[in-house]
């Protein structure tokens, strides 16, 4: 068993990711290079990923926030950019997890119009979302069509 | 500032939301960097050692798969120190192997159990739909209260 010794202990790392018709990812990070102070910023092709110190990660990403925010989307990320443990570069293919946010990245569009609406109503007019928990059985005169049409 | 269970916990979508209405969300990032930056003996790709599912063991019994419980010693104490949690039912990419999919089930299980505030929704379908998620998260997120 060999020793691992940690690197970049202490340090955050956030994805900044961008859907937008008007923001590159290019463009977020000229904007991060112009705030940052020493932070890591690595240009992907979704955005960005950020690894710095936390209040510093935390100063970058709320600037490019304002750049476009019902558009640019954050969150964290354990490993720091290029780790080869889950770098695609290293691995080959896609890298672990792309595949989870290449699914939310088809959801985002959908979030981002709920995000610029809710700026013009008010969040307590608009209809609470149907419940998950709840499941409508069939009614019985709709069972009774299937089970007719298969007889037929 | 309320810390909030989100599942799927690698969601992007709902660490974003939770995190810009000013509270903390609860993410398998938080877990995972907390391994990978701790000295010990190598152990990847996510530094889950042996150890791991003997931790697990508070949350399922020693007969339960040691997949399982490593896992939960990921998530367990998150959802020990979780205020509140949303859900997302209809989560496809929470989809895995059964190692994933039972500590998925068993985490929906313990975050229905616990009595805290919770949130259950689908990923909207069309822009309509988006709307809605995104209020309803913001009205559940405002009454939690404590934001920055």
New interface residues.
């Given amino acids: 068993?060999?020793?691992?010794?940690?690197v970049?202990?202490?340090?955050?790392?956030k994805?900044v990711?961008v859907e937008s018709f008007e923001i590159t990812p290019s463009d977020l990070a000229i904007r991060g290079y112009e705030v940052s102070n020493g932070a890591m910023i690595k240009e992907t092709c979704f955005g960005l990923v950020v690894t710095g110190k936390p209040d510093e990660v935390d100063r970058i990403v709320t600037e490019l926030?304002k750049v476009d925010p019902d558009h640019i989307?954050?969150?964290?990320?354990?490993?720091p950019p290029g780790?080869p443990?889950?770098c695609r570069a290293n691995l080959g293919g896609a890298r672990p997890?792309y595949?989870?946010?290449e699914?939310?990245m088809t959801?985002?569009?959908?979030?981002?119009?709920?995000?610029e609406?809710?700026k013009k109503?008010d969040?307590?007019t608009?209809?609470?979302?149907?419940?998950?928990?709840v499941h409508e059985s069939l009614d019985i005169t709709s069972l009774k069509k299937l089970i007719d049409a298969q007889e037929s | 500032m309320a810390k909030v269970f989100i599942y799927?916990a690698?969601?992007?979508?709902l660490?974003?939301?939770v995190?810009?209405h000013g509270h903390t969300?609860l993410?398998?990032?938080?877990?995972?960097?907390e391994?990978?930056?701790?000295?010990?003996?190598?152990?990847?790709?996510?530094?889950i050692t042996p150890e791991e599912p003997k931790k697990g063991l508070k949350w399922a019994a020693v007969e339960v798969p040691s997949g399982v419980r490593g896992r939960m010693a990921l998530y367990g104490p998150m959802i020990g120190e979780c205020e509140a949690a949303i859900i997302i039912?209809?989560a496809?990419?929470a989809f895995g192997c059964m190692g994933c999919a039972r500590t998925n089930e068993l985490i929906k299980f313990l975050l229905r159990q616990k009595d805290i505030p919770k949130l259950?929704?689908?990923?909207?379908?069309?822009?309509e739909?988006?709307?809605?998620?995104?209020?309803?998260i913001?009205?559940f997120l405002?009454e939690l209260g404590g934001k920055r």
């Fill in positions: 068993m060999t020793e691992y010794k940690p970049l202990v202490g340090t955050v790392t994805y990711v926030r989307f954050i969150k964290d990320r354990g490993f780790d443990r889950r997890g595949h989870g946010m699914f939310e959801v985002i569009p959908y979030i981002s119009h709920g995000l609406e809710l109503r969040a307590a608009v209809p609470a979302p149907a419940d998950p928990l | 799927p690698t969601s992007l979508i660490s974003d939301l995190s810009r969300p993410s398998s990032a938080v877990a995972i960097r391994r990978i930056q701790t000295a010990g003996l190598e152990s990847p790709p996510l530094q039912n209809d496809d990419l259950d929704l689908n990923y909207p379908k069309n822009e739909e988006g709307v809605r998620f995104v209020a309803a913001k009205r405002d």
